[in-house]
């Protein structure tokens, strides 16, 4: 199974880039997941109730097609649109069994020294307190999909996503003035993926979110880029192709 991340600065073209490498990968009718895909396809697995592995699949079909229906951006219910439906209670309870499956395998990997030193890094960050909230949901889901894919080896070929522990670094070193140790010891313990592709520190598209936070400083980033870059090299735990010189059959590791 080949698990494939991307790492670089807001803006620098990997939503775009990973686009464009599943396009040929759909050609060559070769499937891939994302690490959302992973839990779409498998979560509903973990449930032992038929009834709520049932509500489950349906979760996610309707999530699929009416995003905005079930969450915000960040992630998160949106009590706004509960309120304005008919189903408020099904939906309600739907996403707590999904809630439930999340926070039941989370609980598995709770004592493991990464999920530690994450969750203190998200607790010590310099956003807000709903950010962070935001931030532990989505570590929680990384942790889960992780889980997943080591659960169902044999039936995955290929994970390539936009995100992941790695990129998470902009977060937990932003503004801090320990980033080199920081950066060291959440890589010691962080899982790797097999292939890194590493973009350009340039920004193609400036993006600019509602969240003020997330619009981040990019001298601040940039000094995380290359503090990052830096230590994975060193390190060597992981295969690391610069966007540069990246061919299609790197892929094919």
Known sequence: MN???????????????KG?????????????????????????????NMFNYFLLRVFFLFRKKNY???????????????????FQGFKEKIFKIYEENID???????EKKFTKITLNLIRKSNFSHQNKLI????????????YLINKNL?????????????QR??????????????????????????????MDEKIKKRKVSRNKEFNMDHKELL????????????????????INNFKFSDLLI
């Open 169 to 198: 670094l902009f977060i937990y070193l932003y503004k801090k003035k320990n980033k080199k140790q920081i950066a060291n010891l959440y890589l010691r313990y962080c899982p790797m993926p097999s292939l890194l592709i590493v």
């Open 223 to 242: 000094k995380i880029y290359k503090i990052s870059l830096k230590i994975l090299n060193y390190k060597k735990k992981t295969k690391i192709i610069y």
């Open 68 to 86: 905005k229906d079930f969450y915000l951006k960040n992630n998160l219910p949106s009590k706004g649109i509960y309120k304005k439906s008919l």
């Open 135 to 146: 931030f532990k949901r989505w570590f929680k889901e990384e942790i889960v999909a992780n």
């Open 3 to 17: 698990k494939v991340e991307f790492f670089g600065i807001s803006g620098s073209g990997k939503t775009s880039f």
């Open 20 to 48: 464009n490498i599943e396009s040929k990968f759909k050609k060559k009718r070769i499937k891939i997941y994302s690490y959302k895909d992973v839990i779409e396809k498998f979560l509903p697995f973990n449930e032992r």
């Open 154 to 166: 044999k039936k995955i070929k290929f994970i390539i996503d936009s995100e992941g522990f790695i």
């Open 104 to 110: 039941d395998i989370f609980k598995k990997n709770k």
